[in-house]
Protein backbone atom coordinates (compact mmCIF):
# COMPACT_ATOMS: atom_id res chain seq x y z
CA UNK A 1 0.00 0.00 0.00
CA UNK A 2 1.30 3.75 -0.77
CA UNK A 3 -1.45 6.42 -0.55
CA UNK A 4 -0.86 9.77 0.02
CA UNK A 5 -3.38 12.71 1.20
CA UNK A 6 -3.04 16.82 1.62
CA UNK A 7 -5.44 17.92 3.95
CA UNK A 8 -6.42 21.31 5.05
CA UNK A 9 -7.09 21.94 9.64
CA UNK A 10 -8.39 24.74 9.75
CA UNK A 11 -8.75 27.21 13.45
CA UNK A 12 -11.47 28.48 15.67
CA UNK A 13 -12.36 31.38 17.46
CA UNK A 14 -14.72 31.73 20.63
CA UNK A 15 -17.66 34.33 19.95
CA UNK A 16 -18.67 33.22 23.15
CA UNK A 17 -17.11 31.24 26.65
CA UNK A 18 -19.38 30.42 29.31
CA UNK A 19 -18.03 28.25 32.24
CA UNK A 20 -20.68 26.55 33.27
CA UNK A 21 -19.45 24.22 36.05
CA UNK A 22 -16.92 21.53 37.08
CA UNK A 23 -17.22 17.76 36.74
CA UNK A 24 -15.57 15.29 39.01
CA UNK A 25 -13.03 14.38 36.85
CA UNK A 26 -12.01 17.76 36.71
CA UNK A 27 -12.81 19.00 33.62
CA UNK A 28 -14.74 22.31 33.18
CA UNK A 29 -18.10 22.19 31.37
CA UNK A 30 -18.84 25.37 28.84
CA UNK A 31 -21.33 26.88 26.79
CA UNK A 32 -19.42 28.17 24.22
CA UNK A 33 -19.67 29.68 20.05
CA UNK A 34 -17.16 28.33 17.97
CA UNK A 35 -16.29 29.85 14.22
CA UNK A 36 -14.41 27.72 12.13
CA UNK A 37 -12.11 30.32 10.00
CA UNK A 38 -9.92 30.44 7.12
CA UNK A 39 -6.66 30.41 8.82
CA UNK A 40 -5.38 26.91 8.55
CA UNK A 41 -2.26 24.26 8.89
CA UNK A 42 -1.88 21.76 5.95
CA UNK A 43 -1.32 18.61 6.52
CA UNK A 44 0.10 15.39 4.25
CA UNK A 45 0.00 11.95 5.64
CA UNK A 46 1.20 9.13 3.62
CA UNK A 47 0.12 5.69 4.55
CA UNK A 48 2.49 2.50 3.43
CA UNK A 49 3.14 -0.99 4.50
CA UNK A 50 5.24 -1.45 8.07
CA UNK A 51 4.12 -0.23 11.84
CA UNK A 52 4.47 3.03 13.27
CA UNK A 53 3.75 6.02 13.59
CA UNK A 54 6.25 9.00 12.61
CA UNK A 55 5.65 12.99 12.16
CA UNK A 56 7.81 15.81 10.84
CA UNK A 57 7.26 19.65 10.89
CA UNK A 58 8.32 22.87 9.81
CA UNK A 59 7.89 24.23 13.52
CA UNK A 60 11.18 22.87 15.30
CA UNK A 61 9.68 22.87 18.55
CA UNK A 62 6.85 21.42 17.79
CA UNK A 63 6.55 17.78 19.55
CA UNK A 64 7.01 14.78 17.19
CA UNK A 65 6.16 11.77 19.05
CA UNK A 66 2.85 10.90 21.02
CA UNK A 67 2.92 14.09 22.61
CA UNK A 68 1.64 15.57 19.90
CA UNK A 69 -2.23 15.28 18.95
CA UNK A 70 -1.34 14.41 15.63
CA UNK A 71 0.65 11.25 16.61
CA UNK A 72 -2.10 10.32 19.08
CA UNK A 73 -4.99 10.27 16.40
CA UNK A 74 -3.23 8.28 13.87
CA UNK A 75 -2.00 5.55 16.58
CA UNK A 76 -5.74 5.50 18.12
CA UNK A 77 -7.25 5.25 14.47
CA UNK A 78 -4.70 2.22 14.05
CA UNK A 79 -5.84 0.83 17.18
CA UNK A 80 -9.21 1.12 17.31
CA UNK A 81 -9.66 -0.11 13.57
CA UNK A 82 -7.17 -3.40 14.39
CA UNK A 83 -4.74 -2.27 11.43
CA UNK A 84 -1.10 -2.31 10.83
CA UNK A 85 0.15 0.52 8.91
CA UNK A 86 3.04 2.95 8.58
CA UNK A 87 1.76 6.10 8.71
CA UNK A 88 4.12 9.46 8.02
CA UNK A 89 2.66 13.06 8.94
CA UNK A 90 3.99 16.15 7.55
CA UNK A 91 2.44 19.14 9.28
CA UNK A 92 3.00 22.85 7.64
CA UNK A 93 1.68 25.30 10.93
CA UNK A 94 0.38 28.24 10.08
CA UNK A 95 -1.71 28.64 13.27
CA UNK A 96 0.12 29.89 16.07
CA UNK A 97 0.95 27.18 18.39
CA UNK A 98 -0.85 27.18 22.20
CA UNK A 99 -2.71 30.55 21.29
CA UNK A 100 -6.39 29.62 21.77
CA UNK A 101 -7.05 28.68 18.67
CA UNK A 102 -7.29 24.95 18.42
CA UNK A 103 -4.65 23.91 16.41
CA UNK A 104 -3.12 21.38 17.88
CA UNK A 105 -6.76 19.95 17.98
CA UNK A 106 -7.89 20.86 14.19
CA UNK A 107 -4.70 19.05 12.98
CA UNK A 108 -5.60 16.04 14.92
CA UNK A 109 -9.49 15.99 13.54
CA UNK A 110 -7.65 16.09 9.92
CA UNK A 111 -6.03 13.12 10.64
CA UNK A 112 -8.87 11.27 12.16
CA UNK A 113 -11.08 12.19 8.68
CA UNK A 114 -7.88 11.85 6.52
CA UNK A 115 -7.46 8.36 8.02
CA UNK A 116 -11.21 7.37 7.68
CA UNK A 117 -11.44 7.95 4.19
CA UNK A 118 -9.29 5.66 3.19
CA UNK A 119 -10.05 2.79 5.67
CA UNK A 120 -13.90 3.33 6.29
CA UNK A 121 -13.61 1.39 9.46
CA UNK A 122 -17.16 -0.18 10.20
CA UNK A 123 -18.94 1.19 12.76
CA UNK A 124 -16.17 3.94 13.25
CA UNK A 125 -17.29 6.78 15.71
CA UNK A 126 -15.14 9.72 15.17
CA UNK A 127 -16.74 12.35 17.51
CA UNK A 128 -16.05 9.74 20.26
CA UNK A 129 -12.47 9.16 19.34
CA UNK A 130 -11.82 12.69 18.93
CA UNK A 131 -13.31 12.99 22.42
CA UNK A 132 -10.90 10.81 23.77
CA UNK A 133 -8.14 13.46 21.78
CA UNK A 134 -9.36 16.74 23.49
CA UNK A 135 -12.32 18.81 23.92
CA UNK A 136 -12.06 21.10 21.01
CA UNK A 137 -11.19 18.22 18.66
CA UNK A 138 -15.57 17.10 18.06
CA UNK A 139 -15.81 20.86 16.78
CA UNK A 140 -12.88 20.84 14.73
CA UNK A 141 -14.45 17.35 12.78
CA UNK A 142 -17.78 19.08 12.06
CA UNK A 143 -16.13 23.12 11.51
CA UNK A 144 -18.55 26.16 10.57
CA UNK A 145 -20.22 28.00 13.21
CA UNK A 146 -21.78 25.64 16.48
CA UNK A 147 -23.17 26.03 20.14
CA UNK A 148 -20.77 23.98 22.05
CA UNK A 149 -22.05 22.34 25.64
CA UNK A 150 -20.55 19.93 27.96
CA UNK A 151 -17.14 19.45 27.66
CA UNK A 152 -16.98 20.58 23.95
CA UNK A 153 -19.00 17.42 22.96
CA UNK A 154 -22.42 18.51 22.58
CA UNK A 155 -22.63 19.83 19.38
CA UNK A 156 -25.61 22.10 17.62
CA UNK A 157 -24.94 23.61 14.37
CA UNK A 158 -26.15 27.35 13.67
CA UNK A 159 -27.78 29.47 10.95
CA UNK A 160 -25.36 31.99 9.85
CA UNK A 161 -24.96 34.59 7.25
CA UNK A 162 -21.68 35.91 8.07
CA UNK A 163 -19.50 33.58 6.33
CA UNK A 164 -16.99 36.04 4.81
CA UNK A 165 -16.78 38.01 7.76
CA UNK A 166 -13.24 39.56 7.83
CA UNK A 167 -11.60 38.83 11.07
CA UNK A 168 -7.28 39.46 12.16
CA UNK A 169 -6.04 37.20 14.84
CA UNK A 170 -2.69 38.30 16.77
CA UNK A 171 -0.67 37.29 19.34
CA UNK A 172 1.61 39.43 20.96
CA UNK A 173 2.90 37.45 24.35
CA UNK A 174 3.73 33.26 24.49
CA UNK A 175 1.03 30.67 25.02
CA UNK A 176 -0.90 29.87 28.23
CA UNK A 177 -1.18 26.97 29.72
CA UNK A 178 -5.40 25.99 29.52
CA UNK A 179 -5.41 23.90 32.81
CA UNK A 180 -3.41 27.24 34.72
CA UNK A 181 -5.95 29.64 33.48
CA UNK A 182 -8.63 27.25 34.57
CA UNK A 183 -7.14 26.68 37.99
CA UNK A 184 -7.14 30.52 38.50
CA UNK A 185 -10.70 30.87 37.15
CA UNK A 186 -11.68 28.45 39.61
CA UNK A 187 -10.08 31.21 42.18
CA UNK A 188 -12.40 33.62 41.87
CA UNK A 189 -14.40 34.73 44.37
CA UNK A 190 -17.22 36.07 41.85
CA UNK A 191 -17.36 34.35 38.46
CA UNK A 192 -18.34 36.37 35.70
CA UNK A 193 -22.23 36.77 34.81
CA UNK A 194 -23.51 34.97 31.97
CA UNK A 195 -23.41 36.68 28.51
CA UNK A 196 -26.36 36.57 26.19
CA UNK A 197 -25.53 33.39 23.86
CA UNK A 198 -29.44 34.19 22.09
CA UNK A 199 -27.94 37.60 20.87
CA UNK A 200 -25.24 36.23 19.53
CA UNK A 201 -27.29 33.83 17.41
CA UNK A 202 -29.54 35.87 16.49
CA UNK A 203 -26.69 38.52 15.32
CA UNK A 204 -24.87 34.92 13.61
CA UNK A 205 -28.79 34.51 11.62
CA UNK A 206 -29.12 38.14 10.53
CA UNK A 207 -25.69 38.51 9.43
CA UNK A 208 -25.04 41.88 11.41
CA UNK A 209 -22.02 42.14 12.66
CA UNK A 210 -22.03 44.77 14.42
CA UNK A 211 -24.54 42.87 16.97
CA UNK A 212 -22.16 40.11 16.91
CA UNK A 213 -19.25 42.41 18.29
CA UNK A 214 -21.37 44.21 20.82
CA UNK A 215 -22.65 40.74 22.24
CA UNK A 216 -19.53 38.73 22.55
CA UNK A 217 -17.76 37.68 25.54
CA UNK A 218 -15.57 35.45 27.21
CA UNK A 219 -15.44 34.09 31.23
CA UNK A 220 -12.12 33.44 30.89
CA UNK A 221 -11.16 36.79 29.89
CA UNK A 222 -11.63 37.51 34.02
CA UNK A 223 -7.98 35.65 34.58
CA UNK A 224 -6.40 35.92 31.59
CA UNK A 225 -6.12 39.62 31.02
CA UNK A 226 -5.14 39.94 34.82
CA UNK A 227 -2.39 37.35 34.01
CA UNK A 228 -1.41 39.22 30.99
CA UNK A 229 -2.52 42.55 30.47
CA UNK A 230 -0.68 42.68 27.35
CA UNK A 231 -3.70 41.03 26.08
CA UNK A 232 -6.22 43.71 27.03
CA UNK A 233 -3.57 46.16 25.21
CA UNK A 234 -3.88 44.13 22.10
CA UNK A 235 -7.73 44.27 21.85
CA UNK A 236 -7.34 48.10 22.36
CA UNK A 237 -5.32 48.14 19.68
CA UNK A 238 -7.53 45.88 17.55
CA UNK A 239 -10.18 48.55 17.91
CA UNK A 240 -8.61 51.54 17.42
CA UNK A 241 -7.10 50.08 13.98
CA UNK A 242 -10.79 49.67 13.05
CA UNK A 243 -11.80 46.33 14.71
CA UNK A 244 -16.04 45.97 15.51
CA UNK A 245 -15.16 44.49 18.41
CA UNK A 246 -12.10 42.64 19.93
CA UNK A 247 -11.65 39.72 22.39
CA UNK A 248 -9.59 36.89 23.55
CA UNK A 249 -10.21 33.34 22.09
CA UNK A 250 -10.01 30.41 24.13
CA UNK A 251 -8.12 30.59 27.24
CA UNK A 252 -5.97 32.80 25.07
CA UNK A 253 -3.67 34.53 24.63
CA UNK A 254 -4.88 35.36 20.72
CA UNK A 255 -6.97 38.22 20.20
CA UNK A 256 -9.26 38.37 17.32
CA UNK A 257 -10.86 41.70 16.15
CA UNK A 258 -14.24 41.57 13.79
CA UNK A 259 -13.97 44.14 10.51
CA UNK A 260 -16.32 45.55 8.11
CA UNK A 261 -14.36 45.71 5.11
CA UNK A 262 -11.63 42.89 4.31
CA UNK A 263 -9.24 46.37 3.23
CA UNK A 264 -9.33 47.34 7.05
CA UNK A 265 -8.67 43.68 8.63
CA UNK A 266 -5.64 43.56 5.84
CA UNK A 267 -4.44 46.83 6.56
CA UNK A 268 -4.73 46.09 10.20
CA UNK A 269 -2.96 42.95 10.34
CA UNK A 270 -0.08 44.46 8.33
CA UNK A 271 0.25 47.31 10.78
CA UNK A 272 0.16 44.72 13.74
CA UNK A 273 2.77 42.97 12.04
CA UNK A 274 4.98 45.55 11.18
CA UNK A 275 5.36 46.15 14.98
CA UNK A 276 6.51 42.87 15.50
CA UNK A 277 3.66 41.01 16.25
CA UNK A 278 2.01 37.59 14.75
CA UNK A 279 -0.77 38.60 13.08
CA UNK A 280 -3.12 37.08 10.48
CA UNK A 281 -5.81 37.92 7.78
CA UNK A 282 -8.99 35.34 7.79
CA UNK A 283 -12.84 35.24 7.36
CA UNK A 284 -15.51 33.17 9.14
CA UNK A 285 -16.37 30.20 7.21
Known amino acids: MNRSLNLIARAKINLSLAVTGKRDDGYHTISSIMQQISLRDTLRIRITDGEGVSLQS?????PTDSRNLCVKAALLYLEYGKLQKKIN???NKRIPVAAGLAGGSTDAAAVLLGLESVFHVFGCDLPALALRLGADVPFCLTGGVCLCEGIGEILTPLESNTSGCPVVIAKNVKGLSTPYIYQLYDGLETPPSMGDTEKIKTALSSGNIRNLADS???H???VSLKEKPEIAALKARLLALGATGAMMSGSGPSVFGLFQKEEDAKKAAAHLRKQGMAAYFATFM
Do not use: D, R, T
Not at 58 to 62: A, D, T
Open 216 to 218: MFN
Open 58 to 62: NVPYL
Open 220 to 222: LEA
Open 89 to 91: IHV
